[in-house]
């Protein structure tokens, strides 16, 4: 039978010119830390016709008037719709119209894809008239929008004497609500600010993320006081650094170390835990479609680092706390490191009170420390306890750490350690069919397939290259799971 492509922008089918082939690219992932790359066809050329003259709005006629635009584009093989995305018209040539085809999953943020989050308009609420009549948590539609735990810093109005203040951010005292004297500090829940993005942006969140009870716990700490403030603006208790791309590429990094899938054409983004998707069960047999040659690759780096960016504008993070350390795999033969670094770290814990505590002065006007800083950093709320609105760098079985019990490499990482310690990297050559491509669009699918099988072992897939119309072999590297 003869194999066939047909590609639809908005709709409608493309003509294509007889014996037209190109590469279709897809990357899983799964195994992109800290970025996030969409499928992609580089640039190719469809031939004028009436048809495409029409989609494409006669740009080839110099009198026409045409606007560059993006076109909602599936790409079928033998009937299989196999991937879905935008095209864009590059330019016109003697033989026709030049197109790329691509994910596009940047477009998923708009115009605020590398805006600050300090710069975004996430909305406001009036305050009380008395600070001190605050809610240590906000919560709206079961949602916990932000709260106002206790943190211990000394140093948050410097060497400035302020009335009142005993040390403590967000200090509250049972049936009289904050302390006047306290500087007042809302937290945003971090599940909350992804939720609003997408809201903002036109796209929903999802996945094991989304739903774990603990996650939806953590917080996003700040040091931007209220101080007399009648309305709370929530962008100015975001870090500046961070933007929608990189909050949300941050993610995939440690601490969690998820995986990001993108679902172009129902804008969805499922955020899974890796350390979850690795066990997922290998179920395509390639084995009979595979070339028989088959040669294992080399790989070096195989001892992980996992750390994070601290906040050297706290004081306690000069020399570094062994409870925010990072942690570095143990000598293994000739091995070299693998190093992941992210943004979101955090706080140290105070072991007499059991409350959070930092060394940083805040950002106030009231003693003129509106240019101070503070970088990206994660607590977890924990509520009421005797009368103390709590947070703290640990909640339930998870222990924002790299060390000791319940610790971040021990839940999010294990697999993929114990995975990098024994793979290696293998190119295979595979005629695959129209459904077997389909099934492995790593996005669309949000990781269903993630592993193949050939000739008694199972691979990761961590990118393909496929050559359409399918009548020959696709490429695929894979990873010996």
Not at 425 to 434: C, E, F, H, K
Request: aromatic share 12%.
């Amino acid at each position: 039978m003869k194999k066939r492509i047909e590609i639809k922008l908005d709709g409608r089918s493309l003509d294509l010119s007889p014996g037209m082939a190109f590469t279709l690219e897809r990357y899983n992932p799964m195994f992109e830390f800290g970025s996030i790359t969409g499928s992609k066809v580089y640039r190719f050329t469809v031939p004028f016709s009436p048809t495409n003259n029409r989609i494409f709005q006669y740009a080839a006629d110099p009198q026409a008037l045409w606007e560059p635009r993006k076109y909602s584009a599936q790409q079928y093989a033998d009937g299989d719709m196999i991937e879905q995305g935008v095209v864009f018209l590059e330019s016109v040539k003697a033989t026709g119209y030049e197109i790329t085809f691509g994910s596009n999953l940047g477009d998923f943020f708009g115009d605020l894809r590398d805006v600050p989050l300090t710069d975004i308009d996430f909305g406001t609420e009036a305050l009380p008239a008395d600070h001190k009549d605050i809610s240590p948590e906000k919560i709206v539609a079961g949602q916990t929008v932000y709260t106002l735990p206790t943190i211990l810093n000394a140093q948050f109005y410097g060497t400035n004497v302020v009335a009142g203040f005993s040390g403590k951010v967000n200090e509250y005292l049972a049936g009289t609500g904050y302390v006047a004297g306290s500087p007042k500090v809302p937290m945003l829940n971090l599940h909350w600010v992804l939720r609003k993005l997408g809201e903002l942006c036109g796209f929903s969140l999802r996945g094991q993320f989304m739903d774990d009870p603990d996650a939806q716990r953590l917080l996003i700490y700040n040091t931007f006081a209220l101080e007399g403030a009648t309305v709370l603006d929530y962008r100015n208790h975001l870090p500046a650094e961070l933007t929608p791309r990189t909050l949300l590429l941050s993610l995939t990094l440690p601490p969690f170390g998820l995986s990001a899938f993108f679902d172009v054409h129902k804008r969805t983004v499922t955020l899974d835990y890796t350390e979850n998707k690795l066990a997922t069960p290998t179920r395509l047999n390639l084995t009979t479609a595979t070339q028989p040659s088959i040669y294992p690759g080399n790989l070096n780096n195989r001892r992980l680092e996992l750390d994070w960016e601290l906040d050297t504008d706290d004081g306690l993070m000069k020399t570094i706390p062994a409870a925010v350390a990072k942690y570095t795999a143990p000598g293994y033969s000739t091995a070299t490191l693998f190093p992941l670094k992210g943004k979101f770290s955090t706080l140290v814990m105070d072991g007499a009170t059991g409350l959070p505590k930092a060394e940083q002065l805040g950002i106030t006007p009231l003693t003129a420390q509106m240019d101070k800083k503070f970088r990206p950093r994660l607590l977890f709320w924990e509520g009421m306890i005797d009368n103390v609105p709590r947070a703290s760098s640990s909640y339930g079985s998870t222990s924002l750490s790299f060390a000791g019990p319940n610790n971040l490499r021990e839940k999010y990482w294990k697999r993929y350690e114990e995975f990098r310690l024994r793979t290696f990297p293998v190119t295979l050559l595979v005629a695959l069919t129209a459904n077997q491509l389909a099934r492995l669009d790593f996005h669309r699918t949000a990781g269903q397939e993630v592993a193949v099988h050939v000739r008694g072992l199972d691979y990761f897939i961590s990118a393909i290259k496929a050559r359409l119309p399918l009548s020959g072999y696709s490429t695929l590297d894979v990873w010996r799971r």
